[in-house]
């Protein structure tokens, strides 16, 4: 069991390490060009790949659809109350606490632990996690509805010409396929260095506020999707893909999110690193737990 967990966990660690390496050493990293290459091209083709080529059933995706959001809503409103009680705003602490990392370290994760299917199952929790991210995640931050930030994200356009394709059970022409299965290939490292780069700019801001809330994250991310899996009678790799996408740290994108918008970033980049090292330490824990 323990050569399996490190298995898992020691590629996602040293290919981050290798990111916050390289950003600390000042060499050139054009983190820009990198997540315009993710975004735009990258994520719709894995999206693609491993939902059309090596994709679970519509009833496997459904479940998985319907975890994220019922795990998102009880997170989001369990945070809510917190930040009430503690007089803070929820433009500015609300998505952090919601969006989980659930691209740049979750796929990754749940590839190494279940393998291609595992993968396909992430990619549905990433495709329903990134409506949320780029629709409630950016009205928060931000105080408004931006449709051009919804309807101009391709990632949505992909995972709704995925899920339409799927619906009609058209099968791709095999050079698409292909195409897209090798241009998916980049997404996983480079999500991963990416991260690893993200963290060795990053700052923590008032400490003991950021371990508080990353606590938090993490935390009710793992009991909540605990909780949903149970609720909805969820087994094998839905169940275990389920519970590690929800228990992941905060998204790097809800950094990005609150520099556009002017909602201390700083702070909610304290989040991000503080979350962000904490799974990586109880890492094993969840791992035995979803595998045991």
């Keep these: 069991m323990l ?8 590629p996602v660690f040293v290919i981050a390490l290798i990111g916050y390496v390289w950003r600390r050493k000042r060499m050139p990293f054009d983190t820009a060009m990198i997540t315009d290459l993710v975004t735009y091209i990258g994520a719709p ?4 790949s491993s939902l059309l080529i090596n994709g679970p059933d519509l009833a496997a995706i ?8 019922l795990v998102a809503g009880v997170v989001g409103v369990a945070a809510a109350l917190l930040l009430k009680a503690l007089g803070l705003p929820l433009s500015a602490y609300l998505p952090p606490l919601i969006m989980p990392n659930v691209g740049n370290m979750g ?14 199952l992430a990619v549905a929790y990433y495709a329903a996690s990134s409506v949320l991210q780029f629709t409630a ?3 928060i931050a931000s105080g408004r509805i931006s449709s051009d930030v919804i309807f101009r994200n391709p990632v949505i356009w992909a995972i709704t010409a995925a899920f339409a394709l799927l619906y009609a059970d058209i099968e791709l022409p095999k050079w698409i396929a292909n195409t897209t299965e090798v241009l998916a290939g980049f997404v996983i490292p480079l999500m991963i ?39 909805l009678g969820l087994e094998g790799p ?16 809800t950094y990005l999110f609150a520099m556009r ?15 962000t090292v904490l799974s990586f330490l109880t890492l094993p824990l969840l791992l035995a737990f979803v595998l045991g």
């Design 3 to 10: 050569q399996q967990i490190f298995s898992i966990i020691a």
């Design 45 to 48: 083709c894995l999206l693609f």
């Design 62 to 69: 459904g479940q998985i659809v319907g975890a994220t959001l």
């Design 107 to 120: 796929l990754p994760l749940c590839l190494f632990t279940f393998g291609e299917e595992g993968l396909a």
């Design 137 to 139: 995640g950016v009205s």
């Design 193 to 231: 260095m990416s991260l690893g780069a993200s963290l060795g700019q990053l700052k923590v801001a008032t400490f003991g506020r950021s371990v508080g809330l990353a606590v938090f994250r993490v935390a009710m991310g793992f009991a909540v999707g605990v909780g949903a899996a149970t609720v």
């Design 238 to 253: 839905v169940r275990g893909v389920v519970i590690i996408q929800s228990a992941m740290p905060t998204a790097v994108f």
């Design 261 to 275: 918008a002017g909602a201390r970033p700083e702070e909610v980049g304290g989040i991000v690193v503080i979350s």
